[in-house]
């Protein structure tokens, strides 16, 4: 816990940094929201539909509209409003669609007509739109060095260019680092698909409902822990990277495996209190959308200023678990990156050192 204020604290000195993901997340969203919204608004022109689209969402045109659309505009739909991101989010992430589609997945729902033993399809998700998160997770891998680099710093303070110089000068490292997670990742999804299926065999075979409804959210909360696991043996081993200036991806991997495990109930309880902090910060997002009506474009930029609040908080939960983790790791595994004039640049020189 100690750790973890020490993260926010850090996170809080150099607050704009919050504003900077913010702004690069709207920036690629727009790549997609753009086009989209020019063909709303050229099909909803003229029509009586134009008019309830102001204050609220007609369905009926929706359904009829979306079964003409192909790509991109096939993906909107009503799902996407309120909290549904949320769950449609962590459904696509455990399905194994998220990133890219990379993944096997044993959480396949049944085709129509397959009947109980028929074969399963993938959660079909726009190519367009996986594209666009795969640009998103380069950017972000990018910006994870330099931001980085600015919370080790126990003053604070940055500039963009020394933040852009640290992004660029452990990319490489980084990439290498994400590479080795999304190869262990897939190797959990495979070894998930024949045990989903045994799972899912026990289910249909149980006797009761409770039983049945208990083993299908236990594996899928089973394959989230795991992914928990492996995303904070991954962010140790950036924070290795940049702490302690680690040439080797794998071998900052294995210090940051040895790292986990010697502290487990302090990583993993960190993971907890952000967790719960999401959690509250999505119920008072449910609380404000349900509650707030939106009845014209007045109302309609209010929402939007809210919906924004939400990502700047949940973006500030992400970069304060970051700090938190740096600060957990100087705290318990010695020796602290050198100090730099500039909390973002990284030091002179790449003579790194490898050890485990």
């Excluded at 008019?51 to 192909?70: I, K, T």
């Excluded at 397959?114 to 739109?129: K, M, Q």
């Excluded at 487990?264 to 349900?290: C, K, S």
Aim: hydrophobic share 50%.
């Amino acid at each position: 816990m100690t750790a973890l204020r020490d993260g926010f604290r850090a996170l809080a000195r150099n607050w704009g940094l919050v504003l900077l993901v913010l702004a690069v997340n709207l920036g690629l969203a727009l790549v997609l929201a753009l086009p989209l919204a020019t063909q709303l608004e050229r099909d909803l022109a003229h029509t009586g539909a134009s008019g309830s689209m102001m204050y609220g969402f007609d369905y009926d045109w929706w359904s009829a509209w979306s079964e003409e659309q192909e790509g991109l505009p096939g993906s909107f739909g009503p799902d996407i409003f309120g909290t549904g991101f949320a769950l449609k989010n962590l459904d696509l992430l455990l399905r194994g669609a998220l990133p890219a589609g990379l993944f096997p997945s044993g959480a396949e729902e049944e085709t129509p007509g397959s009947g109980r033993g028929g074969s399963r399809a993938s959660p079909r998700v726009e190519p367009l739109i996986l594209g666009a998160g795969v640009l998103y997770l380069l950017v972000q891998i990018f910006l994870t060095g330099g931001l980085l680099g600015v919370l080790r710093a126990p003053g604070g303070g940055w500039t963009l260019r020394g933040l852009i110089h640290g992004s660029g000068f452990y990319f490489g490292r980084l990439v290498r680092v994400s590479l080795l997670a999304l190869g262990l990742a897939w190797i959990v999804f495979a070894l998930n698909v024949p045990f989903a299926r045994w799972v899912d065999e026990m289910a249909r075979e149980a006797v009761s409902e409770r039983t049945a409804l208990a083993l299908g959210l236990g594996r899928h909360g089973l394959l989230l822990f795991v992914l928990v696991l492996l995303h904070a043996v991954a962010s140790y081993a950036r924070v290795i990277v940049v702490r302690e200036e680690r040439e080797s991806a794998a071998l900052a991997f294995l210090s940051s495996l040895g790292f986990c495990a010697r502290n487990t109930l302090a990583v993993l309880g960190q993971y907890g209190v952000v967790l719960l902090g999401a959690v509250a910060l999505l119920a008072l997002w449910v609380g404000f959308d349900a509650r707030f009506a939106v009845i014209g474009w007045r109302s309609q930029i209010v929402a939007l200023a809210g919906f924004e609040l939400f990502l700047i908080g949940r973006i500030a939960l992400r970069l304060g678990l970051m700090g938190g983790q740096l600060e957990l790791h100087r705290a318990r595994a010695g020796a602290s990156a050198p100090a730099t004039e500039d909390a973002a640049t990284p030091p002179a020189g790449k003579g790194g050192t490898d050890r485990v």
